[in-house]
């Protein structure tokens, strides 16, 4: 998921059985987070809003004997979240986020664990709508662009004509030619049942289910409902930062033109030959989202059009990706289903989308706790036992804060609360000691990467999803739900 940069630098109903918010009634909360239009995007991008003020907030937020927990999160949102809030900045017409680090651009995949935490604060429904309202933007501008086959697809990132990147916005016809972990609706309906936003459903749902479908039509080339990556540039490192970049069950990755197509000018080499887990996952967790949230919208057909997608995809993951012997599941070879032999954290995605059996499930937690992934800090991101793992490399055996709450998450779907208490507990004793950062070594812990990565904050959200046990952290209730 590689970032252009300007210097060095679960079934239905399973989301609202964690500890969400419910309510706030935290206006002065409002102050610290920029309104469109207003100034106060400037300020916060050069000086994010801290001090005893943010702190004494924190803590109206938020409620925990631990002191150090009060400051944890108060760093976490001066830095994580209210610090990647960019104004708007042609073709993005709305507020944007940035990853942090000097990355200038509106990721897909990074941006949906920002604005969850963001959904936290009240009256931020108007500034999250236009944060989404950039993908739509961009679907609309690719649309008119680009042929048909090509229609729904929302990049990797979108950036300003101005970024000052290594290839600025002004090329987005051409790159990023590639989207990204599909995560859109998650993300969406995460913040949903954080603010209960319908005008946010309103304006989204029909853009969703256009990037759902592009997906499938242009990763799905088989048709069996299990996705691969691609990149219309045809080069295969830009297939490979659709997913986890560097990960060791795409090294042998090739790039072909779509198998049923014509060859021609509209189906060059785009199309990757390894179909994987982690995406499947992904795209499947949505789908169970972009149900829902269409079941909330009044149109049931979409979500019967969603489910569908959702069942065929689940038994083609059980089918041919599942790996009683690696104790997770593979990525496979499209053409001819054979599995990779080489087990990765995106082998442990399917928890959180419910696609496991029981059985399965209970597999893979036994998997999480052998020595071969039960690293010092986990989850890594290959397991030990790999001849390519090493602790500190990128995607290949290093520690991301976003797929262990993920992982984390899906775990205690299934109950395994044990296991998943002691990934979150060691992530966020991790976090306390060396810092919020992009990822970690996994044998020592030591941070690597970007300091304070918008997505890494997800370390605050195992907290507060109730993912921890050591750690009490959770978000003040009020009488009512927030309505903004």
């Keep these: 998921m590689k970032r252009p940069h300007e210097g060095p630098e679960a079934v239905a109903g399973s989301i609202e059985r964690r500890c969400f918010l419910r309510g706030l009634a935290l206006s002065s909360f409002a102050r610290l987070v920029p309104r469109r239009g207003s ?7 050069s000086a994010p809003p801290g001090g005893q003020e943010l702190s004494d907030l924190v803590r109206k937020l938020l409620v925990t004997p631990d002191p150090a927990l009060y400051a944890f999160a108060a760093g976490v949102y001066a830095t994580c979240v209210l610090g990647r809030i960019k104004p708007p900045d042609p073709p993005l017409a709305h507020p944007w986020i940035v990853p942090g680090g000097g990355y200038f651009a509106q990721w897909l995949w990074d941006t949906m664990f920002v604005v969850d935490l963001l959904a936290l604060l009240p009256h931020q429904s108007e500034l999250i709508r236009g944060v989404f309202q950039n993908y739509w933007d961009f679907q609309k501008r690719w649309n008119a662009e680009k042929p048909v086959s090509q229609h729904g697809m929302i990049a990797n990132f979108i950036a300003p004509f101005d970024a000052p ?8 016809r051409r790159f990023p030619a590639y989207s990204q972990a599909p995560l859109l609706a998650w993300g969406m309906e ?7 936003d319908r005008e946010l459903l309103a304006s989204g749902l029909g853009g969703l289910e ?25 080069d295969v490192q830009h297939a490979r930062y659709e997913t986890y970049d560097h990960e060791v069950d795409l090294d042998g990755l090739r790039m072909t033109p779509h198998p049923g197509r014509p060859s021609g000018a509209e189906n060059g080499s785009w199309y990757g030959d390894i179909l994987i887990p982690a995406n499947t996952a992904y795209l499947l967790l949505s789908e169970l989202s972009l149900a829902r949230m269409a079941k909330v919208g009044g149109d049931p057909a979409m979500a019967a059009r969603r489910m569908a997608r959702y069942s065929n995809g689940a038994r083609a993951m059980r089918a041919h990706m599942w790996s009683p012997q690696a104790g997770c599941f593979l990525s496979i070879h499209r053409d001819t289903l054979k599995q990779v032999p080489a087990a990765t954290v995106g082998g442990f995605m399917p928890l959180l989308a419910h696609v496991p059996t029981s059985t399965q499930a209970a597999v893979m937690a036994s998997t999480l706790s052998s020595p071969a992934w039960a690293t010092t800090l986990p989850i890594p991101t290959v397991a030990r036992d790999n001849a390519s793992f090493l602790p500190s490399e990128f995607w290949r055996g290093d520690t991301w804060p976003a797929p262990n709450y993920q992982v984390a998450a899906g775990l205690a779907l299934y109950g395994h609360r044990g296991l998943a208490a002691r990934i979150a507990d060691r992530n966020l004793a991790n976090a306390l000691r060396a810092g919020v950062s992009e990822r970690y ?21 195992m907290a507060l999803d109730g993912l921890t046990r050591r750690y009490n952290l959770r978000v003040r209730k009020s009488p009512t739900r927030q309505r903004s």
């Design 165 to 172: 990147a290594e290839r600025p916005g002004s090329e987005w």
């Design 210 to 234: 256009s990037f759902h479908d592009w997906y499938w039509r242009e990763r799905d080339v088989r048709g069996i409902g299990l996705v691969g990556v691609g990149a219309y540039s045809g």
């Design 190 to 196: 995460r913040v949903y049942l954080r603010n209960g």
């Design 441 to 461: 070594d996994s044998l020592t812990g030591d941070p690597l990467g970007v300091r304070g990565l918008g997505m890494s904050a997800t370390t605050l959200t």
């Design 39 to 45: 100034q106060l995007f400037s300020q916060i991008a």
